[in-house]
Protein backbone atom coordinates (compact mmCIF):
# COMPACT_ATOMS: atom_id res chain seq x y z
CA UNK A 1 0.00 0.00 0.00
CA UNK A 2 0.97 3.46 -0.70
CA UNK A 3 2.07 5.62 1.95
CA UNK A 4 -0.71 7.83 0.63
CA UNK A 5 -3.39 5.38 0.56
CA UNK A 6 -2.41 4.00 4.08
CA UNK A 7 -2.39 7.55 5.32
CA UNK A 8 -5.68 8.17 3.57
CA UNK A 9 -7.66 5.30 4.83
CA UNK A 10 -5.53 6.18 8.50
CA UNK A 11 -7.73 9.32 8.36
CA UNK A 12 -10.78 7.54 7.13
CA UNK A 13 -11.49 4.90 9.13
CA UNK A 14 -10.26 7.09 12.51
CA UNK A 15 -12.99 9.59 11.11
CA UNK A 16 -15.42 6.81 10.47
CA UNK A 17 -15.03 4.42 13.11
CA UNK A 18 -16.92 0.81 13.13
CA UNK A 19 -18.30 0.70 9.41
CA UNK A 20 -15.64 -1.76 8.01
CA UNK A 21 -17.51 -2.39 4.61
CA UNK A 22 -17.69 1.67 4.03
CA UNK A 23 -13.55 0.99 4.81
CA UNK A 24 -13.23 -1.83 1.95
CA UNK A 25 -15.64 0.08 -0.70
CA UNK A 26 -12.99 3.74 -0.28
CA UNK A 27 -9.91 1.66 0.08
CA UNK A 28 -10.60 -0.15 -3.39
CA UNK A 29 -11.12 2.97 -5.13
CA UNK A 30 -8.26 4.98 -3.45
CA UNK A 31 -5.53 2.42 -4.21
CA UNK A 32 -7.39 2.30 -8.26
CA UNK A 33 -6.96 6.07 -8.40
CA UNK A 34 -3.69 6.74 -6.21
CA UNK A 35 -2.36 6.77 -10.27
CA UNK A 36 -4.35 9.27 -11.63
CA UNK A 37 -4.05 11.40 -8.64
CA UNK A 38 0.31 11.12 -9.22
CA UNK A 39 -0.65 12.13 -12.76
CA UNK A 40 -3.23 15.04 -11.99
CA UNK A 41 -2.17 16.61 -8.54
CA UNK A 42 -5.46 19.28 -9.15
CA UNK A 43 -7.57 16.24 -7.72
CA UNK A 44 -5.52 16.29 -4.74
CA UNK A 45 -5.64 20.24 -4.60
CA UNK A 46 -9.26 20.13 -4.62
CA UNK A 47 -8.96 17.47 -1.89
CA UNK A 48 -11.70 15.60 -4.79
CA UNK A 49 -10.85 12.02 -2.42
CA UNK A 50 -11.85 13.68 0.76
CA UNK A 51 -15.05 15.31 -0.20
CA UNK A 52 -16.41 11.93 -2.18
CA UNK A 53 -16.01 10.11 0.76
CA UNK A 54 -18.05 12.52 3.33
CA UNK A 55 -21.49 12.20 2.34
CA UNK A 56 -23.05 15.65 1.33
CA UNK A 57 -25.94 14.87 3.90
CA UNK A 58 -26.65 11.88 5.88
CA UNK A 59 -30.21 11.25 7.20
CA UNK A 60 -31.08 8.98 10.43
CA UNK A 61 -34.24 8.74 11.68
CA UNK A 62 -37.36 6.49 13.79
CA UNK A 63 -39.61 4.18 12.02
CA UNK A 64 -42.42 3.53 14.21
CA UNK A 65 -44.97 1.49 13.60
CA UNK A 66 -47.65 -0.86 14.69
CA UNK A 67 -47.18 -4.50 14.21
CA UNK A 68 -50.61 -6.95 13.67
CA UNK A 69 -50.37 -7.92 17.26
CA UNK A 70 -51.27 -4.09 18.23
CA UNK A 71 -47.48 -4.19 19.52
CA UNK A 72 -45.27 -0.58 18.42
CA UNK A 73 -42.31 -1.48 16.96
CA UNK A 74 -39.42 0.59 16.12
CA UNK A 75 -36.75 0.68 13.61
CA UNK A 76 -33.89 3.03 12.02
CA UNK A 77 -34.09 4.89 8.86
CA UNK A 78 -31.29 6.18 7.25
CA UNK A 79 -31.17 8.25 3.58
CA UNK A 80 -27.32 8.77 2.43
CA UNK A 81 -27.15 11.56 -0.25
CA UNK A 82 -23.39 11.21 -1.22
CA UNK A 83 -22.67 13.19 -4.29
CA UNK A 84 -24.41 15.18 -6.31
CA UNK A 85 -21.91 16.51 -8.93
CA UNK A 86 -23.61 14.79 -12.02
CA UNK A 87 -27.20 14.57 -11.24
CA UNK A 88 -29.62 14.28 -8.09
CA UNK A 89 -29.37 11.61 -5.58
CA UNK A 90 -30.10 8.42 -7.36
CA UNK A 91 -29.79 4.80 -5.93
CA UNK A 92 -32.09 2.08 -4.24
CA UNK A 93 -33.27 1.48 -0.43
CA UNK A 94 -32.59 -1.69 1.31
CA UNK A 95 -34.76 -3.22 3.84
CA UNK A 96 -32.97 -5.98 5.84
CA UNK A 97 -32.06 -7.06 9.67
CA UNK A 98 -28.12 -5.95 8.81
CA UNK A 99 -28.71 -2.80 7.34
CA UNK A 100 -26.60 0.17 9.37
CA UNK A 101 -24.84 3.31 8.88
CA UNK A 102 -21.27 1.63 7.58
CA UNK A 103 -23.30 -0.47 5.17
CA UNK A 104 -25.09 2.32 3.66
CA UNK A 105 -22.14 4.51 3.23
CA UNK A 106 -20.27 1.65 1.33
CA UNK A 107 -23.30 1.54 -1.43
CA UNK A 108 -23.60 4.92 -1.28
CA UNK A 109 -19.88 5.66 -2.10
CA UNK A 110 -20.09 2.72 -5.01
CA UNK A 111 -23.72 4.41 -6.15
CA UNK A 112 -21.62 7.54 -7.37
CA UNK A 113 -19.47 6.05 -9.94
CA UNK A 114 -21.74 3.46 -10.36
CA UNK A 115 -23.91 6.05 -11.76
CA UNK A 116 -21.11 7.95 -13.02
CA UNK A 117 -20.41 5.20 -15.46
CA UNK A 118 -24.35 4.70 -17.09
CA UNK A 119 -23.42 8.29 -19.12
CA UNK A 120 -26.88 9.03 -17.75
CA UNK A 121 -27.14 12.43 -15.55
CA UNK A 122 -27.43 10.38 -11.83
CA UNK A 123 -25.60 11.04 -8.52
CA UNK A 124 -25.33 8.97 -6.16
CA UNK A 125 -27.24 8.10 -2.65
CA UNK A 126 -28.92 5.02 -0.39
CA UNK A 127 -31.06 4.41 1.90
CA UNK A 128 -33.13 1.45 4.01
CA UNK A 129 -33.71 0.72 7.17
CA UNK A 130 -32.94 -3.01 9.73
CA UNK A 131 -36.68 -3.41 9.34
CA UNK A 132 -36.87 -7.05 8.17
CA UNK A 133 -39.54 -8.09 5.69
CA UNK A 134 -39.52 -11.73 6.46
CA UNK A 135 -42.27 -13.62 8.17
CA UNK A 136 -44.09 -9.91 7.96
CA UNK A 137 -47.88 -9.28 7.19
CA UNK A 138 -48.69 -7.54 4.11
CA UNK A 139 -50.18 -4.78 6.08
CA UNK A 140 -47.37 -5.00 8.53
CA UNK A 141 -45.04 -4.14 5.32
CA UNK A 142 -47.65 -1.33 4.50
CA UNK A 143 -47.76 0.26 7.97
CA UNK A 144 -43.94 0.37 7.90
CA UNK A 145 -43.43 1.75 4.50
CA UNK A 146 -45.80 4.17 5.04
CA UNK A 147 -44.24 4.99 8.34
CA UNK A 148 -40.61 5.19 6.73
CA UNK A 149 -42.02 7.46 3.58
CA UNK A 150 -43.78 9.76 6.42
CA UNK A 151 -40.09 11.18 7.24
CA UNK A 152 -38.45 10.36 4.02
CA UNK A 153 -40.51 12.60 1.93
CA UNK A 154 -39.30 15.81 3.54
CA UNK A 155 -35.50 14.84 2.26
CA UNK A 156 -36.51 13.58 -1.65
CA UNK A 157 -38.26 14.67 -5.07
CA UNK A 158 -37.99 14.24 -9.16
CA UNK A 159 -34.87 16.81 -9.09
CA UNK A 160 -33.38 16.12 -5.64
CA UNK A 161 -33.02 12.38 -4.82
CA UNK A 162 -35.06 9.43 -6.11
CA UNK A 163 -34.57 6.01 -4.24
CA UNK A 164 -35.34 2.70 -5.86
CA UNK A 165 -35.23 -0.68 -4.72
CA UNK A 166 -32.59 -3.38 -3.39
CA UNK A 167 -32.58 -6.04 -1.21
CA UNK A 168 -35.85 -6.64 0.37
CA UNK A 169 -37.77 -3.38 -1.89
CA UNK A 170 -39.45 -4.36 -4.92
CA UNK A 171 -42.61 -3.25 -6.84
CA UNK A 172 -44.90 -4.30 -3.45
CA UNK A 173 -43.01 -1.74 -1.35
CA UNK A 174 -42.04 0.89 -3.95
CA UNK A 175 -46.15 1.00 -4.52
CA UNK A 176 -46.27 1.91 -0.54
CA UNK A 177 -44.01 3.94 -0.40
CA UNK A 178 -45.41 5.74 -3.75
CA UNK A 179 -49.07 5.93 -2.49
CA UNK A 180 -47.63 7.19 0.79
CA UNK A 181 -45.70 10.56 -0.77
CA UNK A 182 -48.58 10.59 -3.46
CA UNK A 183 -51.18 11.47 -0.26
CA UNK A 184 -48.50 13.80 1.40
CA UNK A 185 -47.55 15.92 -1.60
CA UNK A 186 -50.78 15.93 -3.50
CA UNK A 187 -48.45 15.64 -6.32
CA UNK A 188 -47.80 12.41 -8.75
CA UNK A 189 -44.71 12.85 -9.98
CA UNK A 190 -41.51 10.19 -10.23
CA UNK A 191 -39.60 10.35 -6.90
CA UNK A 192 -38.91 6.65 -6.88
CA UNK A 193 -37.93 4.62 -9.92
CA UNK A 194 -39.36 0.42 -10.17
CA UNK A 195 -42.83 1.64 -9.85
CA UNK A 196 -45.97 -0.80 -11.47
CA UNK A 197 -46.21 -0.28 -15.11
CA UNK A 198 -49.76 1.17 -14.88
CA UNK A 199 -48.19 4.02 -12.48
CA UNK A 200 -44.86 5.27 -14.46
CA UNK A 201 -43.04 2.41 -13.87
CA UNK A 202 -40.70 1.61 -17.13
CA UNK A 203 -40.44 -1.90 -18.98
CA UNK A 204 -37.39 -3.84 -18.14
CA UNK A 205 -36.80 -2.22 -15.09
CA UNK A 206 -37.07 -5.83 -13.00
CA UNK A 207 -35.12 -7.62 -15.60
CA UNK A 208 -32.15 -4.99 -15.91
CA UNK A 209 -30.03 -4.96 -12.97
CA UNK A 210 -29.97 -9.23 -14.10
CA UNK A 211 -30.14 -8.65 -17.93
CA UNK A 212 -27.55 -6.07 -17.50
CA UNK A 213 -24.57 -8.21 -15.71
CA UNK A 214 -25.20 -11.01 -18.30
CA UNK A 215 -24.98 -8.40 -21.09
CA UNK A 216 -21.50 -7.22 -19.17
CA UNK A 217 -20.51 -11.04 -18.98
CA UNK A 218 -21.08 -10.96 -22.75
CA UNK A 219 -19.08 -8.01 -23.46
CA UNK A 220 -16.15 -9.46 -21.64
CA UNK A 221 -16.34 -12.93 -23.45
CA UNK A 222 -16.46 -10.67 -26.58
CA UNK A 223 -12.88 -9.43 -26.25
CA UNK A 224 -11.59 -13.31 -26.33
CA UNK A 225 -13.73 -13.72 -29.19
CA UNK A 226 -16.52 -16.25 -27.09
CA UNK A 227 -20.09 -16.25 -26.04
CA UNK A 228 -22.00 -17.24 -23.20
CA UNK A 229 -23.21 -20.02 -25.39
CA UNK A 230 -22.83 -23.89 -24.07
CA UNK A 231 -21.08 -22.27 -20.48
CA UNK A 232 -21.90 -23.57 -16.98
CA UNK A 233 -22.64 -20.72 -14.88
CA UNK A 234 -22.93 -20.51 -10.73
CA UNK A 235 -25.13 -17.49 -9.99
CA UNK A 236 -25.83 -17.31 -6.57
CA UNK A 237 -29.49 -15.71 -4.71
CA UNK A 238 -32.51 -16.19 -6.06
CA UNK A 239 -33.85 -12.82 -5.72
CA UNK A 240 -34.48 -10.30 -8.38
CA UNK A 241 -31.13 -10.08 -9.82
CA UNK A 242 -30.35 -13.79 -9.32
CA UNK A 243 -33.96 -14.55 -11.48
CA UNK A 244 -32.83 -12.38 -14.64
CA UNK A 245 -29.56 -13.11 -14.87
CA UNK A 246 -31.12 -16.64 -14.75
CA UNK A 247 -33.48 -16.07 -17.75
CA UNK A 248 -31.19 -14.19 -19.67
CA UNK A 249 -28.37 -16.90 -19.50
CA UNK A 250 -30.92 -18.77 -20.52
CA UNK A 251 -31.28 -16.86 -23.63
CA UNK A 252 -27.86 -16.53 -24.75
CA UNK A 253 -27.52 -20.26 -24.74
CA UNK A 254 -25.79 -20.93 -21.12
CA UNK A 255 -26.63 -23.15 -18.18
CA UNK A 256 -27.20 -22.10 -14.38
CA UNK A 257 -26.68 -25.02 -12.36
CA UNK A 258 -27.01 -22.95 -8.78
CA UNK A 259 -29.27 -20.78 -6.98
CA UNK A 260 -29.61 -19.53 -3.32
CA UNK A 261 -30.83 -18.01 -0.63
CA UNK A 262 -29.50 -17.10 3.15
CA UNK A 263 -30.02 -20.81 4.15
CA UNK A 264 -27.81 -23.02 1.49
CA UNK A 265 -28.19 -23.30 -2.41
CA UNK A 266 -28.90 -26.03 -4.41
CA UNK A 267 -27.08 -27.36 -7.31
CA UNK A 268 -29.07 -28.26 -10.60
CA UNK A 269 -26.81 -31.00 -12.43
CA UNK A 270 -29.60 -30.77 -15.69
CA UNK A 271 -29.88 -26.54 -15.07
CA UNK A 272 -32.72 -24.49 -14.16
CA UNK A 273 -34.74 -24.11 -17.24
CA UNK A 274 -37.45 -21.78 -17.96
CA UNK A 275 -40.43 -23.74 -16.25
CA UNK A 276 -38.38 -24.21 -13.22
CA UNK A 277 -37.04 -20.47 -13.07
CA UNK A 278 -40.63 -19.62 -13.53
CA UNK A 279 -41.63 -21.87 -10.30
CA UNK A 280 -38.56 -19.92 -8.63
CA UNK A 281 -39.77 -16.65 -9.16
CA UNK A 282 -43.40 -17.59 -7.92
CA UNK A 283 -42.19 -19.38 -5.28
CA UNK A 284 -39.69 -16.49 -3.69
CA UNK A 285 -42.00 -13.51 -5.63
CA UNK A 286 -44.79 -14.81 -3.88
CA UNK A 287 -42.96 -14.95 -0.58
CA UNK A 288 -44.33 -18.34 -0.14
CA UNK A 289 -40.73 -20.32 0.34
CA UNK A 290 -37.69 -21.07 0.98
CA UNK A 291 -35.01 -22.37 -2.27
CA UNK A 292 -34.50 -25.48 -0.22
CA UNK A 293 -38.08 -26.74 -1.57
CA UNK A 294 -36.46 -27.02 -5.45
CA UNK A 295 -34.54 -30.03 -4.19
CA UNK A 296 -38.09 -31.69 -3.04
CA UNK A 297 -39.69 -30.49 -6.30
CA UNK A 298 -36.86 -31.75 -9.21
CA UNK A 299 -35.30 -34.51 -8.29
CA UNK A 300 -32.14 -33.50 -10.30
CA UNK A 301 -31.33 -31.30 -7.83
CA UNK A 302 -29.57 -31.68 -4.36
CA UNK A 303 -29.86 -28.83 -1.89
CA UNK A 304 -26.84 -27.70 0.80
CA UNK A 305 -26.83 -25.59 3.67
CA UNK A 306 -24.57 -23.00 3.67
CA UNK A 307 -23.04 -22.23 7.53
CA UNK A 308 -22.09 -18.39 7.19
CA UNK A 309 -19.28 -19.23 9.57
CA UNK A 310 -17.45 -21.56 7.62
CA UNK A 311 -14.23 -20.87 5.89
CA UNK A 312 -15.83 -21.50 2.48
CA UNK A 313 -19.25 -21.31 0.45
CA UNK A 314 -19.51 -24.78 -1.15
CA UNK A 315 -21.67 -22.81 -4.05
CA UNK A 316 -18.37 -21.56 -5.29
CA UNK A 317 -16.77 -25.14 -5.61
CA UNK A 318 -17.81 -26.76 -8.45
CA UNK A 319 -17.13 -27.28 -12.21
CA UNK A 320 -18.20 -23.94 -14.58
CA UNK A 321 -17.35 -21.67 -16.43
CA UNK A 322 -18.75 -18.69 -15.21
CA UNK A 323 -20.19 -17.04 -12.43
CA UNK A 324 -22.87 -14.38 -11.64
CA UNK A 325 -23.27 -13.48 -7.61
CA UNK A 326 -26.44 -11.62 -6.79
CA UNK A 327 -27.37 -11.93 -3.30
CA UNK A 328 -24.66 -9.80 -0.96
CA UNK A 329 -21.86 -8.33 0.10
CA UNK A 330 -18.54 -10.10 0.68
CA UNK A 331 -20.63 -13.57 -0.34
CA UNK A 332 -17.10 -14.69 -1.85
CA UNK A 333 -13.88 -14.78 0.30
CA UNK A 334 -10.46 -15.44 -0.91
CA UNK A 335 -10.82 -19.57 -0.45
CA UNK A 336 -13.84 -19.16 -2.14
CA UNK A 337 -12.16 -17.22 -5.32
CA UNK A 338 -9.44 -19.47 -5.25
CA UNK A 339 -12.15 -22.65 -5.48
CA UNK A 340 -13.81 -20.84 -8.25
CA UNK A 341 -10.42 -20.81 -10.72
CA UNK A 342 -9.35 -24.39 -9.77
CA UNK A 343 -13.07 -25.09 -10.48
CA UNK A 344 -12.23 -23.57 -14.17
CA UNK A 345 -14.32 -20.37 -13.89
CA UNK A 346 -12.83 -17.44 -16.20
CA UNK A 347 -15.28 -14.87 -15.92
CA UNK A 348 -17.23 -13.82 -12.51
CA UNK A 349 -19.67 -10.89 -13.61
CA UNK A 350 -21.07 -9.43 -10.31
CA UNK A 351 -24.77 -9.05 -9.54
CA UNK A 352 -24.24 -7.88 -6.27
CA UNK A 353 -22.50 -4.92 -4.89
CA UNK A 354 -19.03 -5.66 -3.58
CA UNK A 355 -19.90 -9.63 -3.24
CA UNK A 356 -16.31 -10.27 -3.68
CA UNK A 357 -13.78 -9.59 -0.22
CA UNK A 358 -10.24 -7.68 -1.56
CA UNK A 359 -8.37 -10.78 -1.33
CA UNK A 360 -10.69 -12.52 -3.04
CA UNK A 361 -10.39 -9.37 -6.10
CA UNK A 362 -6.42 -10.20 -5.71
CA UNK A 363 -6.92 -13.71 -6.80
CA UNK A 364 -9.52 -12.54 -9.92
CA UNK A 365 -6.63 -10.39 -11.27
CA UNK A 366 -3.33 -12.24 -10.59
CA UNK A 367 -5.35 -15.52 -12.69
CA UNK A 368 -6.44 -12.60 -15.32
CA UNK A 369 -9.45 -13.84 -15.47
CA UNK A 370 -12.48 -11.91 -16.67
CA UNK A 371 -13.25 -10.04 -13.50
CA UNK A 372 -16.33 -7.41 -13.98
CA UNK A 373 -16.72 -5.68 -10.34
CA UNK A 374 -20.76 -4.84 -9.63
CA UNK A 375 -20.07 -1.23 -10.06
CA UNK A 376 -19.62 -2.33 -14.05
CA UNK A 377 -21.56 -5.29 -13.92
CA UNK A 378 -24.72 -4.43 -11.77
CA UNK A 379 -24.88 -0.73 -13.12
CA UNK A 380 -27.71 -2.29 -15.76
CA UNK A 381 -30.68 -2.07 -12.73
CA UNK A 382 -30.12 1.96 -11.92
CA UNK A 383 -29.34 2.74 -15.77
CA UNK A 384 -32.90 1.80 -16.63
CA UNK A 385 -33.74 3.80 -13.48
CA UNK A 386 -32.37 6.55 -15.54
CA UNK A 387 -34.64 5.46 -18.35
CA UNK A 388 -37.52 5.54 -16.21
CA UNK A 389 -36.79 8.87 -14.79
CA UNK A 390 -36.78 10.33 -18.73
CA UNK A 391 -39.62 8.80 -19.71
CA UNK A 392 -41.57 10.21 -16.28
CA UNK A 393 -40.47 13.67 -17.02
CA UNK A 394 -41.58 13.14 -20.90
CA UNK A 395 -44.57 11.52 -19.90
CA UNK A 396 -44.34 9.40 -22.22
CA UNK A 397 -42.96 5.21 -22.42
CA UNK A 398 -40.79 3.15 -23.97
CA UNK A 399 -41.56 -0.18 -25.30
CA UNK A 400 -39.95 -3.57 -23.94
CA UNK A 401 -36.99 -3.46 -27.43
CA UNK A 402 -36.67 0.42 -27.15
CA UNK A 403 -35.44 -0.16 -23.19
CA UNK A 404 -33.90 -3.24 -23.48
CA UNK A 405 -31.87 -1.80 -26.54
CA UNK A 406 -30.79 0.99 -24.66
CA UNK A 407 -30.04 -1.19 -22.18
CA UNK A 408 -27.47 -3.03 -24.09
CA UNK A 409 -26.16 -0.40 -25.39
CA UNK A 410 -25.25 1.47 -22.05
CA UNK A 411 -23.94 -2.38 -21.10
CA UNK A 412 -21.49 -2.19 -23.71
CA UNK A 413 -20.93 1.71 -23.29
CA UNK A 414 -19.76 1.22 -19.19
CA UNK A 415 -17.46 -2.13 -20.84
CA UNK A 416 -15.73 0.12 -23.15
CA UNK A 417 -14.49 2.61 -20.58
CA UNK A 418 -13.47 0.16 -18.51
CA UNK A 419 -11.14 -1.09 -21.14
CA UNK A 420 -10.17 2.11 -22.20
CA UNK A 421 -9.45 3.88 -18.74
CA UNK A 422 -7.38 0.31 -17.86
CA UNK A 423 -5.70 1.05 -20.75
CA UNK A 424 -4.80 4.23 -20.22
CA UNK A 425 -3.27 3.54 -17.02
CA UNK A 426 -1.19 0.43 -18.18
CA UNK A 427 -3.60 -2.18 -17.27
CA UNK A 428 -5.38 -3.75 -20.20
CA UNK A 429 -8.09 -6.47 -19.09
CA UNK A 430 -8.42 -4.68 -15.63
CA UNK A 431 -12.35 -3.37 -15.16
CA UNK A 432 -12.15 -2.88 -11.44
CA UNK A 433 -9.28 -0.05 -12.28
CA UNK A 434 -11.19 0.90 -15.19
CA UNK A 435 -14.39 1.02 -13.41
CA UNK A 436 -12.86 3.27 -10.44
CA UNK A 437 -10.83 5.05 -12.54
CA UNK A 438 -13.31 5.99 -15.42
CA UNK A 439 -16.03 6.65 -12.66
CA UNK A 440 -14.01 8.66 -10.36
CA UNK A 441 -12.55 11.13 -13.31
CA UNK A 442 -15.95 11.96 -14.35
CA UNK A 443 -17.07 13.15 -11.13
CA UNK A 444 -13.87 14.65 -9.79
CA UNK A 445 -14.27 16.87 -13.18
CA UNK A 446 -17.99 18.17 -12.16
CA UNK A 447 -16.77 18.57 -8.63
CA UNK A 448 -14.18 20.94 -9.62
CA UNK A 449 -16.15 22.55 -12.49
CA UNK A 450 -18.87 23.56 -9.56
CA UNK A 451 -16.39 25.08 -6.92
CA UNK A 452 -15.80 23.54 -3.32
CA UNK A 453 -19.64 23.25 -2.89
CA UNK A 454 -19.55 20.69 -6.37
P1 LIG B 1 -33.65 -9.47 -3.32
O1 LIG B 1 -34.11 -9.05 -1.98
O2 LIG B 1 -34.60 -9.60 -4.44
O3 LIG B 1 -32.89 -10.87 -3.22
C1 LIG B 1 -31.78 -11.02 -2.41
C2 LIG B 1 -31.29 -12.45 -2.50
O4 LIG B 1 -30.03 -12.56 -1.85
C3 LIG B 1 -32.20 -13.44 -1.78
O5 LIG B 1 -32.09 -14.68 -2.40
C4 LIG B 1 -31.61 -13.44 -0.38
O6 LIG B 1 -31.90 -14.62 0.37
C5 LIG B 1 -30.13 -13.37 -0.67
N1 LIG B 1 -29.46 -12.69 0.45
C6 LIG B 1 -29.72 -11.46 0.95
N2 LIG B 1 -28.94 -11.19 1.99
C7 LIG B 1 -28.17 -12.28 2.15
C8 LIG B 1 -27.17 -12.61 3.08
N3 LIG B 1 -26.79 -11.76 4.04
N4 LIG B 1 -26.57 -13.82 2.94
C9 LIG B 1 -26.95 -14.69 1.96
N5 LIG B 1 -27.92 -14.42 1.06
C10 LIG B 1 -28.50 -13.25 1.17
O7 LIG B 1 -32.47 -8.44 -3.69
P2 LIG B 1 -31.83 -8.12 -5.11
O8 LIG B 1 -31.82 -9.32 -5.97
O9 LIG B 1 -32.44 -6.87 -5.59
O10 LIG B 1 -30.33 -7.75 -4.68
C11 LIG B 1 -29.26 -8.70 -4.69
C12 LIG B 1 -27.93 -7.96 -4.78
O11 LIG B 1 -27.91 -7.18 -5.98
C13 LIG B 1 -27.65 -6.97 -3.65
O12 LIG B 1 -26.26 -6.95 -3.42
C14 LIG B 1 -28.07 -5.63 -4.25
O13 LIG B 1 -27.42 -4.54 -3.63
C15 LIG B 1 -27.59 -5.82 -5.67
N6 LIG B 1 -28.20 -4.94 -6.68
C16 LIG B 1 -29.55 -4.88 -6.85
C17 LIG B 1 -30.08 -4.06 -7.82
C18 LIG B 1 -31.54 -4.01 -8.09
O14 LIG B 1 -31.93 -3.33 -9.05
N7 LIG B 1 -32.40 -4.69 -7.35
C19 LIG B 1 -29.22 -3.20 -8.64
C20 LIG B 1 -27.80 -3.41 -8.45
C21 LIG B 1 -27.34 -4.23 -7.49
P3 LIG B 1 -33.03 -14.59 1.50
O15 LIG B 1 -34.33 -14.67 0.76
O16 LIG B 1 -32.73 -15.76 2.35
O17 LIG B 1 -32.87 -13.29 2.25
O1 LIG C 1 -27.47 -0.95 -6.27
C1 LIG C 1 -28.19 -0.43 -7.17
O2 LIG C 1 -27.71 0.05 -8.20
C2 LIG C 1 -29.65 -0.50 -6.99
N1 LIG C 1 -30.11 -1.06 -6.02
C3 LIG C 1 -30.55 0.17 -8.00
C4 LIG C 1 -30.64 1.64 -7.74
C5 LIG C 1 -31.65 2.39 -8.57
O3 LIG C 1 -31.79 3.59 -8.30
O4 LIG C 1 -32.28 1.82 -9.46
Known amino acids: MSDFVAD ?16 QAVQEVVESVSLVLEKHPEYN ?14 IMFRVPWMDDQGNVQV ?33 AFEQVLKNALTTLPMGGGKGGSDFDPKGKSDNEVMRFCQSFMMELYRHIGPNTDIPAGDIGVGGREIGYMFGTYKKIRNEFTGILTGKGLNWGGSLIRPEATGYGAVYFAAEMLGTRGETLEGKTCLVSGSGNVAQYATEKILDLGGKVVTLSDSGGYIYDTDGVDREKLAWVMDLKNARRGRISEYADKFSSATY ?18 CAFPSATQNEINKKDA ?33 YGPGKAANAGGVAVSGLEMSQNSMRYSWSREEVDNKLHNIMKSIHKS ?23 KKVADSMIDQGVFG
Do not use: Q
Not at 9 to 20: T, V
Open 8 to 23: FMAKLKAKNPAEPEFH
Open 45 to 58: THKIMERMSEPERV
Open 75 to 107: NRGFRIEMNSAIGPYKGGLRLHPSVNLGILKFL
Open 304 to 321: TPIDAGADSNPLWDHKAD
Open 338 to 370: ENLINNGVYVVSEGANMPTVPDGVEVFLKNKIL
Open 418 to 440: CIEAAEAYGAPGNYVLGANIAGF
